[in-house]
Structures are given as C-alpha cells and as structure tokens.
C-alpha cells in the first residue's frame, strides 16, 4: 500500500502574521514574556537567601509569580564545608586551661622584659644625667676658671673705653696682596746653623746647656735705629708686638699693648713687664694647669722661654758667623757676650698712606745665605698631653705636632708670623723634653723639625691676609685718635680686645713722672700686677 500523508492545517492571516487564533491545548494558560539578553540562574539553590531581588528580573516586566531570584555569583559557591566542628566538653576544658596557662607564662614573660628593659633604661637616664652633670661641671669649672682669669694690667676706673674690637669680627678681615717689605736696615751678626742637630734622635738625644749671652728684648720707643728711622714710614713696632695684634684672635691669655700717638706717627710699644717676652705653654689648651707648683702657668712659661734661649744658641757653630752691615745696636758694653741675633728693619705698605717699620730678629744662618728661626717646643707632663715624645717623635712626629698645635697654637702662630715678616728661608724647631718629670733644671734635645714659614703657615691654618687685615683695623683705629697714649688689652674672659684712652704718664717710674700721684698709683699697680 502506499503511504499516506496528512498535510498540516495552515491557517492563514489575512491582517497580520502569526496564528489567527489560540490553539486548543494553549488556552487558559498565563503568558510570560521572555527576552534573550536575561540571565538564568542555577538550577538549584540551596542558599535560601535572596537579597539581589533584581537580579534575574526580565526588562518586560510583567508578573512576578515565575521571576527566578538568586543572591550571590560563583565566588560564593563552595563544595566543601568549612565550618567548624562542634567541640566536647573536655576538649573545651583542656583547651581553656592551656590558654590560661599559655596566658600567665606570656603574661610573666611580658614582664620580665619590662623589668629588664626599666633597668636598662633607669641606668641609661642615670648615665645620661651623670654625663650631663659631668659636662655642667666642666662648664661651669671652664667659666669659673675665666671668671677667675686675671687681665694683664689693673684697669683704672679713671681710663675711658673708646674702641672696642671682638674676635668674631676681627677674624673675618682680609688685607690680600701686600706687596713686598723694604730693608732699611741691618744690624747684629748670627752664627751658622750646626747641622748635627738634624740627626738627634731619642735614641740619640743631645743634652741642653745653659749659656751665658744677653739677650736684648727693647722696646720700639727704646730702639735708637727706630728713632732715626722715624722719617721713613708712620707706624712702628717690633715684631714681637706686631705678631701678637696679628694672631690676636688666638689667644686665650691677657696682654697689653702701649699705643702712643705722636703727631701723625704712631708707635707700638710694651710695658716694662717681663711677663710679656715670656713664652706660654699649654695657653690654648682644654686641660686644666694646676695653679702653683713647678707645672703653673707662670713657673711653665719661665722654663720655656729659658729653653728656647739656650737651644737658639746651643745648635750653632760658634767659630762662623754673618755680620750685617752695623753691629748691635743694644750691646752697651764691647766685651759682653750677645746673643746670636740678627736685626733687619723692614717697612711694609698696607695701603693710603700706611708705612709699617717693623723691628725683626734672625736667629742663624746657612751657609747659602739663608736666614733661620729657631724655636722649641718643651715636653712637661706626658700624662697631660696623653702623648710620650720619647716614643712617639722618631715614628710618629706628625702627632705630636699636631697636639702641640691643638695645645699652643697662639704662641707657634706668633712663631710663624715673626719668621715671615722677617724673611726668613726656615722656621727650626726642637722638641726639647725634662730628664726627669719633677725636675725643671736638667734638659735634652729629642729631635729637630724644620718648615717653610708660609707653607707652616698654611698648615697651621694662619691666614696671612686675615693677619695683616686685622692689623690694618687696629692701625686705622688708633690713627683716628687724638694724640695721647692708649692702651691695648685683651680681655681676659671675653674675646674682646678694648682700646683705653690713658693718662700720659701712665706706666712711668717715679723718676720720669717726676712727683705725680697719679703716676705713682699706676706704677704701684703695675708693680702689683708684675
């Protein structure tokens, strides 16, 4: 038989597309609209939270009975369960006891450290208030001892303050490009220096000895050859003085300084007082010098200045010498032994006017005609400098050098300044040290050193410039006085250098002041401060 087909029933639409009418098994049935762009949620849900209400809802709206809600995205499904398991009552009993005892132990630990760490800390604050206590004592020690520092004169109550000059401002002068001194004179004759002396070594030391020249320390107004050069500049001063005005602002001690103003001239001038041709030792020094015994100050400074006496003369050949062309002009008597010194008068410019005479010394020659200074340097108390020359100077001089620049550095500033205003080719100096600690009369050579002044000078930290700047203030300074006599102190506590207007007879003996009270209260204040 053949098949037999059934063609389907089309209905046709005539006024639109789709069915004409509901099919029979679709009636009575509620209808949902449904768009391709909404999202189907699981399956499954056994969550049973449904916050994001919205999340599934179609964009025809419509009825809510068949939306399909669902909270959270995939990050919230897991397959494993992680909670946790439900405890006994004796895992809960155990498990509070090792707490408690976990908690008392880390409780005991805690304070344990912090009682190690108060005591670390209680000794710290007493270390600290210990050292700041040490510092306040050595403070206030340091500004006792400068309250209790005496000045280098008595200061009346009848001088008057018309200039005063502070370190601070002094030290940042400059005077730059001063041109090269005139000799206008020549005096004296120096022997040759004994080049044996460079080869002392501790293992080798030289004994000092004593010498029996004179040694000439005038002043400018005393010198004859400055009287007869007054024609030839407006300021004069020997070189002692005129170094220390120059290194001023590195001195700790007093001083005083005569300033005389005659005319348009103007003269530099010292006290009768020894004390101001004696060498210093320790001046700049933080140690603190014991005041009376063999190692005072003042007992210190004799026994340098009769060192360096006695080595500047000690280390020459005696059978050679170099006359200049005048002899001494301070060898009163033909058969007294002087010293071995050189005198040249030299004139500096410093600019509008201002022509220096200056008064200065050579001390040796060289066989090249070459002029020297010597100097030295003397080892006291080993303990104090914490530094032994007999087992330091021959591997380690260069050390102490420099301890004794951090502990004399004014007087081998002066040193240097007084080699180069003079000219001279080498500055010798001899590290001379006592036989025995408490001896002060027996002394040996340890070792020479010799610089070049103005290389020394820039290793010492002397600005030359600065030097000659301030000079020129304090020359300036005083040409702007009245004629009189002045006077130049240093302060002893401050770092201040005061300029008096004094009385013209100030200073003088009775037989030059003649019956004056005034003078003979001066002079009486004079002797007390000697």
């Known amino acids: 038989m053949a098949a037999h087909f059934a063609p389907p029933v089309i209905q046709d639409n005539p006024s639109g597309w789709g069915p004409c009418a509901v099919p029979t098994e679709f009636q009575d049935i509620p209808y949902q609209p449904f768009s391709k762009g909404d999202r189907i949620g699981k399956i499954s849900d056994w969550t049973g939270q449904f916050q994001d209400r919205n999340k599934y809802h179609s964009q025809f709206a419509g009825g809510s009975q068949y939306a399909y809600y669902h909270e959270g995205d995939e990050s919230t499904f897991r397959l494993v369960d992680t909670s946790k398991p439900q405890k006994t009552a004796y895992q809960k009993n155990r498990q509070r006891f090792n707490n408690a005892r976990l908690k008392r132990e880390r409780e005991k630990q805690q304070r344990k450290e912090a009682f190690m760490m108060g005591q670390v800390q209680q000794r710290g604050k007493q270390q600290r208030k210990s050292q700041k206590n040490m510092h306040y004592r050595r403070y206030n020690d340091r500004q006792q001892t400068q309250k209790n520092r005496n000045a280098s004169v008595v200061v009346r109550d009848s001088w008057k303050v018309v200039e005063e000059m502070d370190f601070p401002r002094l030290a940042k002068l400059k005077l730059p490009d001063v041109p090269p001194p005139e000799d206008l004179y020549n005096a004296g004759a120096v022997e040759f220096y004994d080049k044996m002396y460079d080869r002392i070594s501790t293992k080798n030391p030289k004994v000092l000895e004593s010498n029996s020249r004179t040694f000439h320390r005038v002043t400018t107004t005393d010198d004859p050859i400055i009287r007869k050069l007054t024609s030839k500049g407006n300021v004069f001063g020997t070189d002692a003085i005129i170094s220390t005005l120059m290194c001023c602002t590195r001195s700790v001690h007093s001083w005083d300084i005569i300033v005389q103003r005659v005319g348009k001239k103007l003269f530099f001038d010292k006290r009768d007082d020894p004390n101001f041709d004696l060498l210093p030792v320790y001046e700049t020094t933080q140690e603190e010098l014991k005041e009376e015994g063999i190692n005072s100050p003042y007992n210190l400074a004799v026994e340098a200045t009769y060192i360096n006496q006695n080595f500047s003369q000690q280390c020459l050949k005696k059978s050679e010498s170099v006359k200049f062309e005048h002899p001494n002009p301070f060898a009163e008597d033909k ?26 010394e050579h001390d040796a020659a060289l066989p090249n005609n070459q002029f020297l200074s010597i100097k030295a340097l003397n080892e006291f108390d080993p303990r104090l400098a914490k530094i032994d020359w007999r087992q330091k100077l021959d591997s380690q001089i260069g050390s102490v050098l420099a301890t004794e620049l951090k502990n004399n550095s004014n ?25 025995a600690m408490h001896d002060t009369t027996r002394h040996v050579i340890l070792s020479t050193q010799q610089f070049n002044p103005k290389s020394f000078a820039a290793q010492i930290a002397l600005d030359m410039d600065n030097a000659w700047g301030i000079l020129r203030v304090i020359v300036d300074t005083c040409l702007k006085m009245p004629e009189g006599k002045y006077l130049l102190l240093r302060d002893p506590n401050k770092g201040v250098v005061r300029l008096y207007d004094i009385p013209d007879n100030t200073f003088e003996s009775d037989e030059d002041s003649g019956s004056s009270d005034e003078g003979g209260d001066d002079s009486s204040d004079e002797e007390n401060t000697n």
């Open 335 to 360: 058969g007294e032994e002087v010293a071995s010194v050189g005198y040249r008068y030299r004139r500096y410019t410093l600019g509008e006017g201002i022509n220096l005479v200056i008064r200065c």
């Open 411 to 435: 007087k081998m500033a002066k040193w240097t300044c007084n080699a180069i205003l003079a000219g001279s080719a080498l500055l010798k100096i001899g590290y001379v040290s006592r036989v």
